[in-house]
């Protein structure tokens, strides 16, 4: 199996090469339903339902399933589509809006009119049909990750917000998988770090609710012992008090935070940022950087089945991971390729 390297074929097929077993992260972000034609065999993201996309991803998932490792992740990030509308200008307005033409001639795909329970203008909800399917198809659906994007591509709606977001949902294979919390851990709030500067024994504290006679409410820095633990025994009649052992004992209660860090959150804010290169957007390394420091250890192999223009590629170099990508265009090789030479 060659690593750091990028094959030009369906990745249906490609992935067949690939042992069982031998991934330890994917990291990827599959075309988009219905936004652009790249007009080649094969391609995904122009089926005529959205039903029939969700499928041919659930298919691909199901092969990149079976080639990672018992402990390994799945990261996609994906955005929603619209029925039957855009940001352009409809080829013909005087009947209903099938062929979405921004920019005629251009890669951007041509919508066929949505049928059954998708009404024009409905949002299609494709992220959690596709989250749901792959949970169904034996994926451990883990958490969604909102990408908030303080630029934003612009919308001329009137209706409704402009959309800021994308999604990015973490599945695991099994139970119980690798991710390096640590390793993607962030800063404290300010007024976190200003609370636990606080000297303790100074403090007069904030009046605590009427009723409340144990004196005024302080911060709490420092670790807990069992006297601390869920309102110092009220909750446990006192037993808590008296646990088996002292370790027992000193493991409740609060640990204390001396790194000035703490758990990643949920909502990460990256703007988007262009490549030179490419005529279109390719999400920021800043990203899926966090992706595949957790969910990958150092020497380990990325998996990206829709390279594109190599962003994965070159965040996993960056940070002392291998890759394997697909892509069909070869235009798109040609980049990734120069990308990730050039900036290592």
């Known amino acids: 199996m060659k690593l750091d390297v990028i094959y030009q074929k369906d990745v249906s097929k490609g992935l067949e090469e690939l042992p069982d077993r031998s991934i330890q992260c994917c990291v990827t972000s599959p075309p988009y339903y219905g936004l652009r034609d790249y007009g080649m065999k094969g391609q995904i993201g122009i089926e005529n339902t959205p039903e029939k996309y969700i499928k041919k991803l659930t298919e691909v998932f199901r092969e990149v399933k079976r080639v990672l490792c018992d402990t390994g992740t799945l990261w996609i990030v994906i955005a929603d589509s619209y029925a039957g ?122 009046v605590r609710v009427p009723g409340k006679k144990n004196g005024p409410m302080k911060a709490v820095i420092g670790k807990g012992s069992s006297r601390t633990f869920r309102g110092g025994g009220a909750y446990t009649g006192a037993k808590s008090f008296h646990n088996s052992t002292p370790a027992a004992r000193n493991s409740h209660g609060n640990v204390p935070n001396e790194s000035g860090l703490r758990n990643k959150r949920s909502v990460w804010t990256v703007a988007t940022v262009g490549y030179k290169k490419a005529h279109f957007a390719t999400f920021p390394p800043k990203l899926i950087e966090p992706c595949i420091i957790a969910g990958t250890p150092t020497g380990g192999i990325v998996l990206d089945p829709f ?38």
């Not at 920019?103 to 066929?112: A, Q």
């Not at 709606?157 to 994308?166: A, G, L, P, W, Y």
């Open 85 to 206: 509308s855009g940001k352009g200008a409809w080829k013909n307005k005087s009947k209903s809006k099938e062929t979405y033409i921004p920019d005629p001639g251009s890669t951007v795909t041509r919508l066929r009119t949505v049928r059954g329970t998708v009404k024009p203008k409905d949002m299609i909800g494709i992220p959690w049909m596709l989250a749901f399917a792959l949970r169904d198809d034996g994926w451990y659906l883990r958490q969604d990750i909102i990408w908030a994007k303080p630029n934003p591509m612009p919308e001329s709606v009137r209706d409704r917000c402009t959309k800021s977001h994308e999604y990015i949902f973490l599945f695991s294979k099994s139970r119980k998988y690798y991710f390096n919390a640590d390793a993607v851990k962030e800063p404290i709030a300010a007024s976190s770090a200003a609370r636990l500067a606080q000297d303790i024994a100074r403090q007069r504290g904030s």
């Open 307 to 344: 390279i594109g223009t190599g962003t994965t590629g070159e965040v996993a170099k960056k940070n002392g991971r291998h890759y394997i990508g697909y892509e069909l265009n070869p235009e798109y090789i040609e980049l990734a390729q120069d990308r990730i030479f050039e900036r290592i």
